[in-house]
């Protein structure tokens, strides 16, 4: 049972306005990312570049080992410039107006990670040690923001970023370990149990297979390989690793990797998701595509052939359009004829209208995030015009068209509690209760019902993991990873819109064992 909420009985048999629920499952975050979050700036609401900068100055002053060592390298996620008057990209020499900060290592991600900011200093450290493009070099799917006179200003997008990864510290196993373990109580203390990782390299994939033949991974981890940028048909790498690995009735293993992550565009908030038409915000600009459109197909059917699911991440309605196309002539050809490929698309999140019904046609999964509507509907008609919105975040169309929704939230870039992508999904209004369109949501027929949202972060999310038949429902058959909340949160008369995104987890259990208490229970 995944569309409906147990109650639960207290000891005198009464059911006290509380419920038991599956293990919710998030089908797309990214667990080690969410651990080096929390122990990294966060930058996330905020109003202003002044505002930016004073909380990494706070951030470094609250550390003496930082406060004293100006070689150490400073991160952050969560700048978001469309939140900025005026909303424009930030620069290095930002940085470089605090006295704190003028000579420090700093690098901060943009709230979709798809984009980095630096400071002056990591700036350099960057363009001498990694191969940095003149001014008349382009990028292939990335791109140097460039001042009037060719420099650099310090933002690097998408595939540009892979300059400043190639001289930013490395993680460490110990650096790996510190941020599962805080990334696994952020989850389960919001009732997570199943996670699909989407994009792990190869050494994160080694790291948590070792942790799980130890007994630590107190979280199932769906992972997805992501291939270096350089080598994106790494499977026979993959391969000599021990990958894909794939899940034994008889043991007890909480990780599965059968999946491969590939990046078709970029995202939104940075004029990176490829666009048909220009951006209306940036008329020169129809985004980035992050693979060339003829490779598109031919790097799928490699994997498929391979025998690994295929995950590509697509937001723009071009790159969308491009990897159902793809999808398509591969799932049509008599070479996989009847074979289950499950192949799905992360984020799906603009689409021309007549692409809505492609993926129940085709049975491609659409791998989709709530949260990231009610944060970017903002400034979506802004970037992308009214008639083009009308195909942002579809979830309704797309499973009134018999598609299969696996919903998730993208932690770190939206908070991984499950209870604000259900508010999402069913209201499609901020955490305010407003939206662009008033307070029905934005464009309210996208709005799913409870049941579909609970549905999404359940069945759907274990169908998408080859796992429906043992997880993603409350089922004698089926593994014991369940929830309870103080509330019931699927009861629409006794539990309102805003009352279920408050909804507290009171335990977490996984296959039968309590891995999470609150303390308010």
């Known amino acids: 049972m995944a569309g409906q909420a147990w109650p639960v009985l207290g000891s005198s048999g009464s059911a006290p306005n509380q419920c038991m629920l599956p293990g919710l499952q998030d089908a797309h975050g990214h667990v080690l990312e969410l651990g080096w979050s929390i122990s990294s700036v966060n930058l996330v609401g905020a109003s202003s570049v002044q505002e930016i900068i004073e909380r990494v100055e706070n951030y470094v002053e609250a550390r003496p080992d930082v406060l004293a060592d100006e070689d150490l390298w400073i991160e952050g996620l969560g700048w978001d410039q469309t939140r900025w008057s005026p909303p424009i990209f930030p620069a290095a020499s930002d940085l470089a107006s605090s006295r704190l900060l003028a000579n420090r290592r700093i690098s901060l991600r943009r709230v979709d990670v798809h984009a980095l900011w630096l400071s002056p200093r990591a700036l350099a450290d960057v363009e001498r040690g990694a191969r940095f493009p003149r001014p008349d070099q382009d990028v292939p799917g990335g791109l140097v923001v460039r001042a009037p006179d060719g ?94 690995l794939l899940p034994s009735p008889s043991a007890s293993n909480r990780l599965t990797v059968r999946t491969v992550k590939l990046f078709a565009d970029g995202a939104l908030g940075s004029w990176g998701s490829a666009m048909w038409d220009p951006y209306a915000d940036r008329p020169a600009s129809n985004g980035l595509l992050l693979i060339p459109e003829a490779d598109v197909q031919p790097l799928i059917q490699h994997w498929v052939d391979a025998a690994w699911q295929v995950a590509t991440h697509a937001i723009g309605d071009r790159a969308n359009s491009i990897v159902l196309d793809a999808y398509e002539a591969v799932l049509t050809s008599s070479a996989h004829e009847g074979k289950d490929l499950r192949p799905r698309v992360e984020h799906a999140q603009l689409l021309r209208l007549n692409d809505t019904a492609r993926f129940g046609s085709l049975g491609v ?66 955490s305010q209760g407003h939206s662009p369109h008033g307070s029905k949501g934005w464009f309210p027929k996208e709005r799913l019902t409870r049941a579909q949202a609970l549905h999404g972060f359940t069945r759907a999310a274990a169908h998408a993991q080859f796992e429906e038949h043992i997880s993603g429902a409350i089922h004698p058959n089926f593994r014991a990873d369940l929830v309870v909340f103080d509330r019931d949160v699927m009861d629409e008369g006794r539990t309102s819109p805003s009352q279920l995104r408050a909804a507290q987890v009171l335990y977490t259990l996984v296959d039968g064992h309590v891995v999470y208490a609150s303390t308010q229970r």
């Open 365 to 430: 999964i659409a791998s989709m995030q709530p949260t990231h509507c009610t944060s970017d509907m903002g400034y979506v008609e802004h970037r992308i015009g009214l008639e083009r919105s009308r195909g942002a975040y579809a979830w309704q169309s797309v499973l009134s068209a018999g598609g299969l929704l696996a919903l998730g939230s993208d932690f770190p870039v939206e908070l991984p509690n499950p209870m604000h992508g259900l508010y999402s999904a069913i209201t499609r209004l901020d």
């Open 151 to 244: 420099s650099p200003t310090g933002i690097l997008i998408d595939r540009a970023m892979e300059f400043a990864y190639a001289v930013i510290p490395s993680w460490t196993d110990e650096d790996r370990s510190r941020y599962l373990s805080a990334a696994q109580r952020s989850l389960l203390e919001v009732g997570i149990t199943s996670v699909g990782d989407a994009a792990a390299d190869l050494d994160t994939l080694d790291f948590l297979r070792k942790r799980d033949a130890q007994g630590s991974l107190a979280v199932r981890i769906y992972g997805m390989l992501a291939c270096p940028a350089n080598s994106a048909r790494c499977s026979d790498e993959a391969a000599r690793r021990g990958f894909p």
